[in-house]
């Protein structure tokens, strides 16, 4: 029941997005068709994402192979799929414990603190459950304890980060209606505080003129179509017609093969597009019974791609630059005594184009650029700093790929390891918590009564 539950029912992000529009819905005592409606096209919305989702993976493992295979780089390529499913063999119980009490605590959190967010990213979710499982349980933590301190941390994370990204999400929604909740948070806050820097008097993404014999490029499904035909049409070429036709199109001619993969990944993008919007406009309504009864004035916090279609360009501009850094940490990388990390178009994609949103919003276009490649250099170099850590405990050949898991990683496996009492382990990270919602207030306080709120 317990595997059913978490791995099946909170663990899949449609159901549980679905089950708290559900729920809003009840406490609203909407009528029962419009109770099946909201319910149902929440979960649909999240099921077009996820389909979207999987046709721009689909596109680019294409990608990934004819990069690796025309260049020749060995390395590490950092997935969280990949880590969580090793681990959960071991580790699969506590996972699911921390999951499920952590989600509580993220409730109690939005109740009784300032921090009115509920996390429904659910997989991002069941990562960082498994991941602070693992350094807790191999740190020497176990049973209630270990369960109880996990859950306290996976809960206290679930509303602060999307607690500090909060004044620049606002600012690029325009509104207060919900929040980010993906564990990318780390390299958005820095990708919007480059902005501030190096963005003085630089006009939005958004703004770019485009002469009339080129305004086919406003069409953003146009834009990225020739965006990546053009980048699969390069790999494709230094990769070779032999390999590309051998191991990949199944002898289809690799300049088609090409085309058509490049044209995949925007029809991958477009239905991204689509099931955001079908989400949003039904989650944000469902989602005023809770903030009414359960949580007063709290705010969902969604997955990544929920501010895209805010500034359609930045997404694209975000995603080159930030896989551009990626490219350029792996040669930095090795003079610092670094495991390779090879960029995952995956990562870079979702992140970075996060990224691009948030730096275009306080920096315009040169925030997009330098915030979005101040990501890449951010999921590069703290995926090769977690890795020894991951490594000792026989996770060597891939790590975690989002900022967020590195910044949590590093700091509480240094305190595991450095600490040898569970107490103090405890206390410690019990203290680092509560500073971090103190000071997290007044920034937060600060920055609403600044220009970026």
């Given amino acids: 029941m317990i595997d059913l539950i978490m791995n099946d029912i909170l663990g899949t992000p449609a159901i549980l997005v679905g089950l708290f529009a559900l729920v809003g819905l009840l406490v609203q005592k909407k009528n029962s068709g419009d109770v099946v409606s909201g319910t149902l096209k929440t979960v649909m919305g999240f099921v077009i ?78 990562f960082m459950a498994c991941m602070i499982a693992v ?14 301190l996990g859950s306290i941390i996976l809960g206290a994370i679930m509303v602060l980060f999307p607690a500090m990204l909060q004044p620049y999400t606002r600012k690029i929604t325009g509104s207060d209606d919900f929040a980010i909740g993906h564990f990318g948070s780390f390299g958005y806050l820095v990708s919007a505080n480059v902005g501030k820097l190096v963005g003085k008097n630089s006009k939005s993404t958004e703004e770019l003129k485009v002469p009339k014999s080129l305004g086919f490029l ?11 035909v053009l980048l699969f049409f390069v790999v ?47 989650i944000v309504p469902a989602f005023k019974g809770i903030a009414d009864k359960l949580v007063p004035n709290a705010k969902p916090a969604l997955d990544c791609p929920a501010i895209f279609p805010f500034a359609s360009n930045a997404v694209i501009i975000g995603f080159f630059f930030s896989f ?98 569970n107490l103090l382990v405890t206390l410690i990270v019990l203290l680092i918590l509560a500073l971090s919602f103190a000071l997290g207030w ?10 970026v709120a």
Avoid at 74 to 92: R, T
Wanted: hydrophobic share 50%; no cysteine; charged share 10%.
């Fill in 49 to 126: 994402l996820g389909a979207g989702a999987n046709v721009l993976v689909q596109s680019l493992d294409k990608f990934s192979s004819m990069f690796d295979h025309a260049f020749s780089m060995e390395g590490v390529i950092p997935n969280n799929e990949a880590i969580v499913a090793l681990a959960q063999e071991s580790f699969g119980t506590e996972t699911a414990m921390i999951m499920l009490f952590g989600m509580i605590v993220n409730i109690g959190f939005a109740r009784f603190t300032p921090y009115k967010y509920i996390f429904l990213t659910g997989h991002h979710t069941m």
């Fill in 135 to 148: 350094i807790l349980k191999t740190g020497g933590m176990s049973g209630i304890g270990m369960v109880l």
């Fill in 218 to 228: 406003r069409d953003t499904s146009v834009a990225v179509s020739l965006t990546m």
């Fill in 236 to 282: 494709a070429a230094f990769a070779g017609p032999a390999f590309v036709e051998a191991e990949l199109s199944g002898g289809q001619n690799f300049l088609v093969f090409a085309f058509m993969q490049g044209l995949t990944f925007a029809a991958g993008v477009y239905i991204i597009l689509a099931g955001v919007r079908m989400l949003l406009g039904e």
């Fill in 324 to 421: 551009i850094a990626g490219l350029l940490s792996m040669f930095l990388l090795p003079l610092l005594g670094l495991k390779v990390i090879v960029p995952g178009l995956v990562p870079h994609f979702f992140t970075g184009a996060a990224a691009g949103v948030f730096g275009n919003s306080t920096g315009g276009r040169k925030g997009a650029i330098f915030g979005s490649m101040a990501n890449g250099f951010i999921i590069s170099f703290l995926p090769a700093l977690l890795l020894p850590i991951l490594g000792t405990l026989g996770f060597q050949g891939t790590t975690f790929g989002d900022a967020d898991f590195g910044v949590v990683g590093i700091v509480l496996g240094n305190i595991t390891n450095l600490v040898q009492s």
């Fill in 442 to 451: 007044k920034s937060m306080k600060k920055l609403e009564n600044s220009d």
